[in-house]
C-alpha cells in the first residue's frame, strides 16, 4: 500500500464552519480564532465568503474579518466565491487573499435547494467568474457538492461528476474538490473514484477529497482516498461544519482527528496537533458547546518512552 509521505491540508472551519452555525459569531471571536488557526502550520486557510448577507448572515463581516485578520507569511488564504457579485466584492480586498474557491451541486435537485439554479445555470456562471479570477492572478478551486451521493436523487453518476471537473478544468480551475456532503460515501466507493478521477482527469490538477463524517465513516474515507493517491484534504476544526440541507447533515471531519491520524501513520502534514487542539477548544469556548472533535475529547497520543 503506497502511502504519500505528506498531504496538504485546507482548513474550511472559519467559512464552512461558521456559516452554519444557528447563532452569528462574533467578528473580533472570528479574527482571534482565524488567526490561532493561522498559526498552527495549516498551508492553506478558507477564511470567508462573499455572499449576500440575507442569505448567510454568519459571513455578512466578510470584508472586516478580511482586514483584521493578521496571518503569518506561507499562509495562503483563500475565500468562496458563489457567483460574478460575489468574485466583485472580493477583488476590492484583492491583497487580502491568494485563492478562490467555487461550488456547485453534481445533482440537480441538491443544486436547486442549495443555490436555486440548475446545475448548467451554475456552471455557466463559473465559467465567467474562474477565468476572470485568473485573469487576477488568483489560484482558483472549485468544489462539486454531493459527487458521491445526493440525498435527493441517490446515486450521482461519477461519469457526471468527470463531465462538470472537465468542464471547471477548462474554465481554468487547477484544484477540483470532490465533496461528500452529506456522509453517504463508503471507503471502496471512494478508492475506485478517486483512482478513476486521476484516469480520466490527468496529472495537470489537483484532486481534494471534502469529506463529512455525518455517518462516522469520514476518517475511513481519507485513507481509501489515500491508498487511491490523493494527497489534499479539507477539514474543519472541532468538526464544525456541515450542509445547509437537508436535515441532519453534520460536521466535516475534525481537522484535530485528520491531523492525529496521518501524523500517526507516518504522513506529515506541517500541522501542530497541538496547536490545532488549542484553536478547537477556543472554538468551543466560543459556541458554549460540545465539539464533535474526538480528539479534543480524548486528547493526543502520548506514547511512553521507550523502556518506561
Not at 268 to 281: C, E, F, K
Request: aromatic letters at 4%.
Amino acid at each position: 500500500m503506497a502511502l504519500p509521505q505528506s498531504v496538504l491540508i485546507r482548513e474550511v472551519g472559519p467559512r464552512d464552519g461558521f456559516q452554519n452555525e444557528p447563532e452569528v459569531i462574533a467578528t473580533a471571536d472570528k479574527v482571534r480564532l482565524i488567526d490561532m488557526l493561522a498559526r498552527t502550520g495549516v498551508p492553506r486557510l478558507e477564511v470567508t465568503s462573499f455572499v449576500r448577507p440575507e442569505v448567510i448572515p454568519q459571513l455578512a463581516d466578510a470584508r472586516e474579518v478580511l482586514a483584521r485578520i493578521d496571518p503569518p507569511p506561507g499562509v495562503s488564504l483563500s475565500v468562496l466565491i458563489p457567483n460574478e457579485r460575489g468574485l466583485e466584492l472580493a477583488l476590492r480586498q484583492r491583497d487580502r487573499f491568494g485563492e478562490v474557491n467555487c461550488f456547485l451541486s453534481a445533482s440537480e435537485s441538491h443544486n436547486q435547494r442549495n443555490v436555486r439554479r440548475s446545475v448548467e445555470q451554475s456552471l455557466r456562471g463559473l465559467e465567467r467568474v474562474i477565468p476572470a479570477a485568473r485573469a487576477e492572478g488568483l489560484s482558483a478551486e472549485a468544489v462539486i457538492s454531493v459527487s458521491f451521493g445526493c440525498p435527493y436523487e441517490g446515486v450521482v453518476p461519477r461519469e457526471r461528476v468527470f463531465e462538470i471537473a472537465g468542464r471547471l478544468i477548462a474554465a481554468g480551475a487547477r484544484e477540483i474538490g470532490f465533496g461528500d456532503t452529506t456522509g453517504m460515501a463508503n471507503p471502496l466507493q471512494v478508492r475506485d473514484f478517486f483512482e478513476a478521477a486521476r484516469a480520466t482527469l490527468g496529472d495537470g490538477v489537483e484532486l481534494t477529497a471534502h469529506f463529512h463524517n455525518t455517518r462516522g465513516q469520514g476518517l475511513a474515507n481519507v485513507l481509501a482516498a489515500l491508498e487511491a493517491g490523493c494527497r489534499s484534504f479539507e477539514s474543519s476544526f472541532g468538526e464544525l461544519g456541515g450542509c445547509p440541507v437537508p436535515a441532519g447533515a453534520t460536521g466535516n471531519i475534525a481537522t484535530e482527528d485528520l491531523v492525529g491520524m496521518l501524523e500517526e501513520m507516518g504522513i506529515d502534514t506541517a500541522v501542530s496537533l497541538r496547536a490545532m487542539l488549542d484553536a478547537a477548544a477556543a472554538a468551543r469556548l466560543v459556541l458554549g458547546r460540545p465539539l464533535g472533535s474526538h480528539t479534543l475529547v480524548a486528547g493526543p497520543i502520548e506514547w511512553e518512552p521507550t523502556g518506561a
